[in-house]
């Protein structure tokens, strides 16, 4: 499969504390981006790092890349109640433009 | 703010009905996509389109189609449907041909065929 895979499958934790997903990869990439989906709904885009790039941050989310693991990493800080969800990576291959692969997704469960 | 919207939110259909899927942006948007979601599995892309009646199959195209006609509108359409597309289908748009473009979600379509 080309898909990256999320782990863990879930996590549950405590408000205000910190929550590490992970998530690895098969091919080389342009990009991998980071999406979080409210049950039964849309995703939303959190944040993309580029392959060049090693860490990124957004308000309460740090994104690390290491290209030579192929693994990418979601830190979202301080968590809260609002922050369940389910959190995708998703790929896009070098010269393959529009091609996105998702894994499977970590789903969070923050209790108040 | 882009806004992907998605004919219906929920949908029942019987085995060998044709089923239309119907996706618009408001952003005109360049880029247009169908995935299925399943548990476990991720979201799949099923096909995408990167102009008006253009598209390129994505990893799973078997047993649907597409259609483009106008910029802002992208159909998905299941043929003769079968009780193994029972799914959750998302459309997405994304901006012209930069890598570091991002994709904008629908609310989904939860599909059930009987």
């Known amino acids: 499969s080309q898909q990256g895979e999320e782990d863990p499958q879930a996590l549950s934790i405590q408000e205000g504390e910190n929550a590490t997903m992970n998530c690895s990869y098969k091919?080389?990439?342009?990009?991998l981006q980071w999406y979080r989906q409210n049950s039964g709904r849309g995703l939303v885009h959190l944040i993309l790092i580029r392959s060049n790039e090693r860490e990124k941050h957004s308000g309460r989310l740090r994104v690390t890349l290491d290209t030579s693991k192929k693994s990418s990493s979601l830190l979202i800080t301080a968590s809260r109640a609002a922050d369940t969800a389910s959190y995708f990576c998703a790929t896009e291959r070098e010269n393959n433009f529009n091609k996105f692969y998702f894994g499977s997704g970590t789903k969070l469960n923050v209790k108040p | 703010d882009v806004k992907v919207t998605q004919s219906s939110r929920y949908l029942v259909k019987r085995t060998g009905e044709k089923v239309f899927l119907e996706c618009v942006q408001d952003m005109d948007h360049e880029n247009m996509f169908w995935y299925r979601q399943d548990p476990g599995l991720g979201l799949r892309l099923i096909y995408f389109?990167?102009?008006?009646?253009?598209?390129e199959k994505g990893d799973i195209p078997e047993g649907y189609s597409v259609s483009r006609e106008k910029k802002e509108r992208f159909s998905l359409i299941l043929e003769s449907a079968s009780t193994n597309q029972t799914s959750m289908y998302l459309c997405?748009?994304?901006?012209?041909?930069?890598?570091?473009?991002?994709?904008?979600f629908g609310p989904g379509t939860r599909l059930l065929v009987l």
């Open positions: 091919t080389s990439i342009n990009n």
């Open positions: 997405a748009s994304r901006q012209g041909t930069r890598f570091q473009e991002t994709q904008y």
């Open positions: 389109s990167y102009d008006v009646k253009m598209k």
